[in-house]
């Protein structure tokens, strides 16, 4: 039985972190276990920040996780990540995309975007581990650009705390993408889950 | 195995979906068979889901011109005796109003439920209203679910009630159920098919003064019947513990916080909780026997003390020695969370919180600050940001003529247009309800000297533009009203309306024409223009703008976004446009102080055009002084 794991995922716009929630849902209830969670859809789309919640287990009841007690965090875009890093819990663990998206707002001159390793140690400070992996190159290695979502699952995957079989989010991603993607998809799965095995180590 | 899918027939086995799936399958379990909405968020994928499997499943379901529409529509169903719902946003409630107020006089034939997504924090509203107040002015009982299990479960149920009280029914769903995801059980589906009949009953459907002064009373008496009801409704629920000095009556969707914050604290023994699914009327009984067993309650609800002000009421009424605690502790704005009931609980029960929030706030501050901002923004290659600079470049010109001091005024409205609040357009000085700009315009006409520009968009334009388009002309309004016709409900989601030819159900409409509208409405100055072509769209609506009287310019060009979307799938590409480095002239920045697309950054000192976000649509090209951009 599990009691209560939580799950942020963070991100922009057009990458897909919604899909990747939905994903990560169906995978855990056809493992049989209960799921809620919620995002912001509406105004977030044009390019602003999103985030979906994710939260498994059977001490679960409301659709957002408390402040302090997040169990994964998961920044598709490292700014994004650090928005939220104050949903960690003490043993939290983040997994981060290293490729920035620069907002337009810097262009306008208005705010300046913060060196990596500036964000690096602001999560360090909060987090019992930061895996980092370009997600954004890994998923053109694997063939598609769009496909930095499912990489960031796969590595979420890699940390291997998940309650969910890796086989039934396999199953998940090859139900939820035509013949002619999924292939990719599962292989930019594949690369997330390996460039984090390979960070742990 | 065929995959499970929110239209099948498989009692017991279990879904994962979005809170608005499981609000349609709760009406398709119940066998709804006519549906109406007009979109808005946190609403817009009931009947988005619903037309999906309208066909399939023998049901007629419309995206109907706005809410009071849509509203009749389903009434209008009930009247002939088949199950119907409308579903809208808190706001689409108030366009509403006018027939609620009414229909809950008439007693429903066929079941008749009203969805209302309220926006607790206003992620994507113009303001956070209650509308349980809206149906406390009607007599309209209200269901308000715990969990997307729940609302599932109380769509389906709402049939049966509305049917077995005679009585209009209304959901109310807040943005975490309606955007929150859940795994659902599936019931049966309801596969009865009612052919609908109208009988003629002119002192139940006819309100002159005289039919009013018959329902009143008949209505009234149907909400006595409810209200000795709810008690027993498995919706509302007491959870008695034994050494409670503390009671709380958790209301709708704070009940899953509650049980968190209880858990959190420790304090599962220490707390009476009482489950409140019918916030109106409220189930009396057993408020009363939690209230007489402790010493202290805490009303936990979203939004505004309804709930709170009614148990204050029965405290007064039966003199009962309580303290009621409510708003005092927990937020009257913005959305609850188990830390916003855990910090009302523990200030009550005088323990610490489990963690030490103020730190963890003083850590979001850091970590915010040091990051810029990223608010949505136009996208793109979106017409709406050629009709602005188009818009604006005419209305400062003609503007300069009355006066060095002059600003035009840009009465706004509400639709992805609204963006251009921001920088660089600062067109939208106004911002009040769906066709409130036309409206607003209207007034001010009278009253300043200024070049008065109003816009909305296609949608809106259908849903409330024309009664004030009608006014300017009727009253001589000397206006400019521009139309954002970019063929889509774009802000909630790409929904067609009567301007797109098309219906929820993917059928050929008649396609109306704004521009025919307005003449139609007796309007003398009508033009069409093509927004990219920069030029003489600027020219026109500098026209329309000299025009004494009401103006209408119809500026139509593509939603960027539906646009790519179609064209990747006929396989077409995009050719973005690129800035030449030798032409351009570090520190001009024109095309990025003007247009502010996305796609455009500052790279170092150099300005470039990020390819694959670039559309192509080559306005950056019409407004660089230096012909410096092109296309490859
Ligand atoms: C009464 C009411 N109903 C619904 C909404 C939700 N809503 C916000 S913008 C919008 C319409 C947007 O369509 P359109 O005017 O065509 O502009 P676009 O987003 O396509 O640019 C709607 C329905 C609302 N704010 N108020
Ligand atoms: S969704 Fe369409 S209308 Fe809305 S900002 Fe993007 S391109 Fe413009
Ligand atoms: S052509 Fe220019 S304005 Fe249009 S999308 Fe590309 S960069 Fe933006």
């Known amino acids: ?201 | 195995m065929k995959e499970l899918t929110i239209s099948s027939n498989a009692p017991g086995q279990r879904l994962f979906v979005l809170g608005n799936e499981a609000i349609a399958r709760g009406a398709i379990e119940a066998g709804v068979q006519v549906v109406a909405a007009y979109p808005g968020t946190p609403s817009s994928e009931i009947l988005g889901t619903l037309a999906g499997v309208a066909r399939e499943l023998d049901m007629y379901v419309e995206w109907s011109t706005n809410e009071k529409t849509a509203f009749e529509v389903a009434l209008g169903a009930s009247i002939c005796g088949v199950r119907a719902m409308a579903a809208m946003k808190h706001v689409g409630v108030n366009v509403a109003h006018d027939p609620l107020m009414t229909a809950s006089h008439i007693g429903a034939r066929g079941g008749l439920v009203l969805v209302s997504a309220d926006d607790p924090w206003a992620w994507s509203s113009q303001n956070e209203q209650d509308s349980r107040y809206i149906a406390l002015q009607g007599y309209i009982p209200v269901l308000e679910p715990s969990s997307v299990q729940e609302a599932k479960d109380m769509m389906a149920d709402a049939f049966r009630l509305s049917e077995e009280f005679g009585q209009l029914f209304m959901l109310r769903s807040v943005t975490r159920i309606s955007h929150g995801r859940g795994d659902i059980v599936l019931g049966d589906i309801s596969r009865e098919r009612r052919k609908g009949s109208f009988e003629k009953d002119p002192d139940r459907l006819a309100y002159v003064p005289r039919v009013a002064r018959i329902n009143k009373p008949l209505m009234l008496q149907r909400f006595e019947r409810i209200k000795k009801a709810v008690d027993t409704l498995s919706y509302n629920q007491l959870h008695m513990a034994d050494r409670a000095r503390l009671g709380i009556i958790a209301c709708g969707l704070s009940y899953s916080y509650t049980l968190e914050a209880v858990k959190w604290l420790g304090v599962e023994d220490r707390v009476s909780i009482l489950k409140i699914g019918t916030p109106h009327p409220l189930p009396e009984e057993l408020i009363i026997r939690l209230l007489k067993s402790v010493e202290e309650v805490l009303v936990v609800e979203e939004l505004d003390p309804f709930v709170e002000l009614h148990v204050k009421a029965i405290v007064g009424e039966h003199n009962i020695a309580v303290e009621v605690h409510g708003k005092d502790v927990v937020p009257r704005i913005g959305e609850l969370s188990t830390r916003k009931v855990t910090e009302a609980m523990a200030t009550l029960i005088k323990c610490r919180p489990p963690v030490d929030f103020a730190a963890l706030d003083r850590l979001e501050q850091e970590a915010v600050s040091l990051l810029p901002s990223r608010p949505p923004a136009l996208c793109p290659g979106c017409s709406h940001r050629a009709s602005f600079r188009a818009i604006t470049t005419a209305a400062q010109r003609v503007a300069r003529e009355y006066g060095d001091d002059v600003e035009p005024i840009y009465p706004g409205d509400i639709g992805c247009y609204t963006l251009a609040l921001n920088p660089p357009q600062h067109a939208v000085d106004t911002c009040i309800c769906m066709g409130g700009g036309f409206g607003l315009a209207n007034g001010m006409a009278h009253v300043v000297e200024a070049p008065i520009i109003a816009h909305l968009g296609d949608s809106t334009f259908f849903h409330s533009g024309i009664p004030p388009l009608i006014n300017a002309v009727y009253n001589k309004a000397n206006i400019t009203m521009v139309v954002l016709d970019n063929s889509a409900t774009a802000m909630t989601g790409f929904q067609p309306h009567p301007g797109t030819g098309c219906t929820a159900t993917g059928d050929e409409a008649v396609a109306l024409k704004a521009e025919d509208v307005a003449r139609a409405c007796g309007v003398k100055f009508v033009e069409v223009v093509d927004p990219f072509d920069l030029k003489a769209a600027t020219e026109t609506i500098e026209k329309a703008i000299r025009f004494p009287g009401p103006a209408v310019v119809v500026s139509r060009g593509p939603c960027a976004t539906i646009e790519l979307r179609e064209k990747r799938q006929a396989g077409e590409k995009v050719a973005p446009y690129y800035i030449d480095q030798d032409k351009c002239h570090p520190g001009c920045d024109a095309c990025i102080k003007l247009l502010g697309c996305p796609a455009i950054l500052k790279q170092a000192d150099r300005t470039v055009i990020d390819a694959p976000l670039c559309t192509g649509c080559g306005l950056c090209a019409q407004v660089c002084p230096y012909k410096a951009i092109t296309q490859e």
């Open chain 1, 1 to 201: 039985m599990v009691e209560e794991f939580n799950i942020l995922l963070a991100g922009v716009g057009g990458q897909g972190v919604i899909l990747m929630s939905e994903l990560l849902g169906k995978a855990a209830i056809a493992d049989g276990l209960q799921v809620r969670g919620s995002e912001i859809l509406g105004m977030a789309v044009r390019g602003g920040s999103v985030t979906s919640i994710i939260r498994i287990g059977d001490d679960v009841h409301g659709p957002l996780i408390p402040q302090g007690k997040c169990d994964v965090l998961i920044g598709l875009e490292p700014s994004e990540a650090l928005r939220d890093v104050s949903y960690l819990s003490k043993s939290g663990l983040v997994i981060l995309n290293t490729t920035p998206i620069v907002p337009f707002t810097v262009s306008l001159g208005q705010g300046v975007y913060p060196a990596l390793e500036q964000i690096l140690e602001k999560l360090n400070d909060v987090a019992s581990k930061v895996i980092t992996l370009d997600a954004t190159q890994t998923a053109r290695d694997a063939g598609s650009m769009l496909a930095v979502n499912i990489v960031m699952l796969g590595a979420l995957f890699g940390v291997e705390l998940l309650p969910i079989r890796i086989a039934t989010v396999k199953e998940t991603i090859e139900a939820r993408f035509p013949a002619k993607t999924a292939a990719a998809n599962v292989k930019a799965f594949d690369l997330g889950y390996q460039a984090c095995q390979q960070a742990v180590k």
